[in-house]
């Protein structure tokens, strides 16, 4: 009997270590926007290029680390949930999720007629998912095979 049928929640959070790679590229572009400010000598254009670039520096090298390292998918006895940034948030019912869906970036839950209940982003590594199928009772699906064709 899972932890989730004795009816406690359980959170699944995405590994940092697996998100390394993909991270590091918009870190690299926050690094660039940095060094195009510094080697132009932008800050003497005036206070619209500063602002212009701390928004760059913020969307390209902090949010994304803040949505990874605040993101969790949860379930609890009725319902499936997530919450990112602190404030985005997300629930399906539990008992209306028929299949896990993963994808590339997504990872979808469908229910019936093929509604989709819930999505997130792919953060969370295979086996994560399959966890999180087994947690619900259900096998976790790969896009194609969902679709009808080979997996």
Do not use: C
């Not at 009816?7 to 660039?32: Q, S």
């Not at 994560?128 to 009772?137: C, E, K, N, P, Y």
């Amino acid at each position: 009997m899972s932890a989730v049928a004795r009816g406690r929640r359980v959170e699944y959070r995405p590994r940092v270590a697996d998100n390394v790679p993909g991270m590091a590229i918009f870190t690299a572009l926050g690094v660039f926007f940095i060094a195009l400010f510094a080697f132009t000598r932008a800050w003497t254009s005036g206070a619209w290029t500063i602002g212009a670039t701390a928004l760059l520096v913020g969307a390209f090298a902090g949010l994304p680390w803040a949505y990874l390292l605040t993101a969790r998918l949860w379930i609890d006895g009725d319902e499936v949930g997530t919450d990112r940034l602190l404030f985005l948030k997300a629930r399906a019912p539990r008992g209306e999720i028929r299949h896990v869906v993963a994808g590339q970036s997504k990872v979808v839950f469908v229910g019936h007629g093929d509604r989709v209940l819930l999505a997130v982003r792919r953060f969370f590594s295979d086996d994560q998912i399959r966890s999180i199928a087994a947690d619900l009772g259900l096998k976790a699906e790969g896009y194609a095979r969902y679709m009808g064709g080979p997996l």
